[in-house]
């Protein structure tokens, strides 16, 4: 028999040729990495009634190994086997099996069966994880299938799956014979989840727990206890959940915006369901670490019971995720109730480590108090920060003499790590106290030879720095290769401090993922670049091989449901102005065919065969000079997408519009001119606001409702009250964006106004309420010549697995002319864009006379691998007509831009 070790197996791939004669090695694809793995020739294939042995202590892992098998084909039904020595799959506990590693395991595949060997329960269970990998699943990969564009995919699930390459090909169920070694290198693997801020429900936290034990990770660390809420039933207060667990308002977007969305939020968990929970985790060999929080963040607790407080006076639930007093520590009764409370939680969870927080706590509340000054006083206690060391000291102790741990943020250490902490609260010293054995530093800020100081102090640690596990961080903050390049164990420690870092933990902040799949999009796939750092040796770690192998990953997310972050950073791409081809048919809709005089059209929205029906569909406005500037709204149809017939036009209120499919019906978004409207302050207040009416044939349509009307200072800047350019995009979440400019600028060489800023609203529904964001997200800068008087048109698309817009900025050249041309932005979460390195696409062309001037809306579609850009363009300035072109990009292969929409189901 051959025995082949991966590194030579992976020498010979490199040098090109078979080493194994007519055999074929396969290699593995796991992750995380294993630590060791020799192959063998041939193979193993999964039978259609497989037999599991196994001995009674593994009747947990045996049903979990039964439910692996089953899920690489449906007809595969696997028979239980207890008691039984061997098997097709045997699993064996044996204590001579890397006995200095509770969690490894041996899994041995040879052609007549597989075998896993563990220590203990755990290194069985982690084998399985493997086996789990190694069998594949018959499932089509959701990713391939979207990749290929299949109908049936809404085109977010399209655009999720662009950057996501299937991974192994090989059958499922057949394994390469071989043998993998493994064991953790860290035994802290952990993730936190945080139900204060938003609460997701037991049924999110059980899917999370089915990931992490299959990525291999052990702790849940449960983030329950903050100032936005309290999430866990304490018997002997019940206020703390009765009021402490809602709150009548949640603060949007970011820190301090005083943008609220009026909804009220809350829940928690009873003690019944805690314990479903922690048995469902113990299963899956997970310890749950439960978080409160003293003496800060403490809000939700005070609310309930305002005699926990330092001011005295009652408070609300915070809405806003701040905090508005802290704990009062001086007050005996208050640490009564923090052992009321620890004693309940610690009969619902069994681990060894309570998570009291301790961070963040603002020393003002205490200066300002006069019962705590004077405990302080009589105590000899000199500063807030020597206060809370002293009441988190005497908590460890008495969490000590109860077998549990102490856990805390780095700062119950005492140690400075935040520049608002005022100097004087460390000038005095910290008194002469220790925190007790076997306390642990979740070290999350500051500077890291802080770290070093704590294992000298006698502590043991764990690593979550946050610049590279905040979960709740942006993929430009903290990219997939950030997170896989983190080293929970820093340099300069010797090799005995280095025992004392226990592992990682990566923290999922909730302020602003309101619902599981916001969650979800930050989670994954990170965590899986986490797990790949607390379990594998560094020097095993290979980012390239890290992407190969989450492919099983990606796929598995997809299939579950989950839409994923970011995989790899999004790149712009290189569609500049000498890859569009003008069409010879251009320009493609002239306003003479209408009959009207003057006409103005533009602003067009275009709708692909196999869409609606087997027709080209084109949207577009006008307006007409000699009929006092009324608008029109105007939709035509082609066979080809260049030749265009008029279906309809009608006057009324719609200008710049954007067509939006909402599966069984098509949503119509477009920028109303409120001189139509019989409300006389609608027309007094605003010169234009967005409205929406939905159809399902074009034909006829439901009543409009007003979505957004300019009220924001930015939305009234300039010749124009005005809302106006409406784009929608649903975004992974389900919840929908939409884009829209407000504010005007005035071209006086054209005789009429654009558009300033860019903004954007987010809603649950895609008929609103939208709640704005405030503040543009783009606006012009007379630093930047393409864009120094206005923004012009915006509309966005998915691509790879961020955003592409396509946007029209307006400006005034040397000349003193206005003009507008299409460029290209991208952006990771549609907030924040750069511009593309291949600007413009498309500008003014003096030998081009119906496009010689200015350049104007758009609309992007894919065909035929051929990306078509449809706009409108004027012909000189003041009194100049304007007309319908197109453009064309052959992508050869690339990615295209998609509309973030459902599909249409027509019933």
């Known amino acids: 028999m051959k025995v082949l070790s991966k590194c030579f197996l992976a020498a010979c791939l490199l040098l090109g040729f078979n080493a194994y004669g007519k055999d074929e090695i396969r290699p593995y694809s796991v992750l995380p990495e294993p630590q060791q793995v020799e192959y063998t020739t041939g193979s193993f294939k999964l039978k259609d009634k497989p037999t599991i042995a196994f001995p009674p202590k593994l009747a947990n892992e045996a049903t979990l190994c039964r439910d692996v098998a089953r899920h690489v084909s449906a007809a595969i039904n696997p028979l239980l086997q207890k008691g039984k020595k061997s098997g097709d799959i045997t699993l064996v506990l044996d204590a001579s099996v890397l006995p200095k590693h509770p969690e490894g395991y041996v899994l041995d595949i040879q052609s007549k069966g597989i075998v896993i060997k563990a220590n203990a329960p755990a290194g069985i269970l982690y084998g399985i994880q493997t086996l789990r990998q190694l069998l594949g699943t018959s499932s089509a990969s959701s990713a391939s299938s979207a990749a290929s564009g299949q109908t049936g995919q809404t085109a ?418 290189n569609w500049g102005e000498a890859r569009w081809k003008d069409l010879p048919e ?101 010169g234009t606001v967005i409205r929406a009416r939905t159809t399902t044939d074009f034909k006829t349509w439901s009543e409009p409702v007003t979505l957004i009307t300019p009220e924001l200072p930015k939305e009234r800047e300039g010749s124009g009250v005005e809302a106006r350019n409406p784009c929608v995009i649903q975004l992974p979440d389900g919840r929908y964006r939409m884009y829209y400019s407000g504010g005007m600028v005035y071209l006086k060489d054209a005789g009429y106004g654009e558009p300033k800023n860019i903004f954007c609203a987010e809603a649950d529904n895609p008929l609103g309420p939208f709640i704005k964001r405030g503040a543009p997200i783009l606006e012009p800068d007379v630093n930047l010549p393409f864009r120094n008087y206005g923004c012009g048109g915006f509309k966005v698309f998915g691509y790879q697995n961020g955003y592409l817009a396509f946007y029209n900025p307006i400006y005034i050249d040397a000349e003193d002319k206005s003009r507008s041309e299409i460029r290209l932005l991208y952006s990771q979460d549609g907030l924040q864009w750069k511009e593309a390195d291949c600007n413009p696409i498309v500008k003014p062309d003096p030998n081009i006379p119906w496009r010689s001037a200015i350049i104007y809306q758009l609309d992007v579609v894919p065909w035929e691998n051929k990306l078509l850009m449809y706009f409108n363009a004027r012909e000189g300035w003041r009194g100049g007509a304007e007309r319908i072109g197109a453009v064309k990009l052959d992508l050869n292969g690339e990615a295209p831009a998609v509309k973030l929409e459902k599909t249409f189901n027509s019933k």
């Open 156 to 573: 977010v699930e399209t655009w999720r799956a662009t950057s996501v390459q299937c991974g192994d090909t090989t059958q499922s169920g057949t394994i390469q014979c071989g043998t993998i070694t493994d064991y953790p290198t860290l035994s802290w693997r952990a993730f936190m989840l945080d139900e204060s801020r938003h609460f997701q429900g037991k049924e999110v936290v059980f899917k999370l727990l089915d990931n992490m034990a299959a990525l291999k990770m052990n702790v849940f660390h449960w983030h329950l206890v903050d100032d936005p809420g309290w999430r866990i039933e304490i018997k002997k207060y019940p206020e703390l959940t009765k009021i402490g667990a809602f709150r009548d308002s949640t603060s949007m977007f970011f820190w301090k915006s005083g943008i609220f969305d009026g909804k009220p939020h809350g829940g928690f968990y009873t003690q019944d369901e805690i314990r479903e929970v922690v048995a469902y985790a113990s299963a899956l060999h997970i310890t749950i670490v439960p978080e409160i929080e003293m003496p800060g963040h403490a809000q939700a607790a005070i609310a309930s019971y305002p005699w926990l407080g330092t001011i005295g006076k009652p408070l609300k639930v915070s809405c806003d995720f701040g905090g508005n007093d802290v704990f009062n520590v001086a007050d005996p009764k208050v640490i009564d109730f923090f052992h009321d409370v620890l004693t309940e939680m610690m009969a619902l969870f069994p681990g060894s480590v309570i998570h009291i927080g301790g961070d963040e706590m603002p020393g003002h509340y205490y200066k300002n108090s006069p019962f705590v000054q004077e405990y302080m006083k009589a105590n000899g206690i000199k500063t807030p920060i020597a206060l809370q060391i002293d009441a988190t000291n005497k908590m460890s102790q008495w969490l000590t003499a109860r077998n549990r741990h102490l856990m805390g943020w780095n700062e119950i250490t005492g140690a400075k790590i935040h520049a608002w902490q005022a100097d004087e609260d460390y000038a005095a010293g910290q008194p002469e106290q220790h925190l007790a054995p076997g306390t642990v530093i979740h070290f999350w800020q500051g500077d890291r030879a802080l770290i070093k100081k704590a294992i000298e102090d006698g502590y043991d640690v764990v690593n979550s720095f946050h610049e590279y596990t905040y979960l709740d961080y942006s993929y430009e903050s903290i990219s997939l290769e950030k997170a896989y390049s983190f080293q929970p164990v820093p340099d300069g420690l010797t090799a005995e401090q280095q025992k004392h870092i226990l592992g990682l933990g990566c923290q999922m902040w909730t302020e602003w993922t309101p619902n599981a799949q916001n969650v979800y999009g930050k989670v994954f796939p990170r965590i899986a670049a986490y797990a790949e750092v607390g379990w594998t040796a560094p020097e095993k770690k290979d980012y390239n091989s890290f992407l190969n192998r989450l492919n099983y990953f990606l796929t598995s997310w997809e299939q579950q449901g989950i839409h994923y972050g970011q995989v790899q950073p999004i790149t712009a791409p």
């Open 586 to 686: 251009n320009p493609l809709i002239d306003p003479e065919v209408y009959g009207l005089p003057e006409l103005v059209i533009g602003d067009p929205q275009i709708l692909t065969p196999g869409k609606f029906d087997d027709k080209w569909h084109a949207f577009f406005h006008g307006f007409s000079h000699d009929t006092k500037w009324h608008t029109w709204l105007f939709h035509s149809a082609s066979d080809d997408g260049l030749h265009w017939k008029d279906v309809s036009h009608e006057e009324g209120e719609i200008g710049i519009q954007y067509i939006f499919c909402d599966g069984d019906r098509w949503i119509q978004y477009y920028t109303a001119s409120t001189s139509y409207m019989k409300d006389p302050e609608m027309r007094k207040k605003y």
